[in-house]
């Protein structure tokens, strides 16, 4: 069966930096887009990056922009995300997922149109 697991999440302070990854597993992943969701308390999901197979093409959310980069490795099948200068306001448990589903429809997709989802990694920055 198909898994993400991910890893990476956990404290740090204001201005502080994490590395979240997740490594599928369970199918060939050949032209699959993957990325990141997070979600905070009282918050709507939000699509934080994602990033297409070949790496030509790459997304992330504008309050993230400048801050966060995505990267992949596809013979680990595993996809990163590189967080620095790290806000309060990006304590969130964050998803990792994928699916063939072009780039572009990613930041107003459905959660019903993303096939594969992560267990979901705590991130939490303190003030």
């Known amino acids: 069966q198909v898994q993400l697991v991910e890893s990476g999440g956990g404290l740090v302070q204001a201005g502080g930096s994490l590395r979240l990854s997740c490594a599928a597993s369970?199918?060939?992943?050949?032209?699959?887009?993957m990325g990141w969701f997070r979600q905070a308390p009282g918050k709507e999901r939000e699509f934080v990056g994602g990033?297409?197979?070949?790496?030509?093409?790459?997304y992330n959310a504008d309050s993230v922009k400048g801050r966060f980069t995505i990267s992949r490795d596809n013979a680990k099948n595993t996809v990163y995300l590189q967080m620095n200068s790290l806000k309060p306001e990006d304590t969130a448990v964050y998803y990792c997922?994928?699916?063939?589903?072009?780039?572009?429809?990613?930041?107003?997709?459905?959660?019903?149109?993303?096939?594969?989802w992560g267990q979901g990694t705590q991130v939490t920055v303190s003030s």
């Open positions: 369970g199918r060939t992943f050949s032209g699959y887009v």
């Open positions: 990033i297409t197979w070949s790496g030509d093409s790459v």
């Open positions: 997922a994928v699916d063939q589903l072009p780039l572009r429809l990613w930041p107003t997709a459905k959660n019903n149109r993303i096939r594969y």
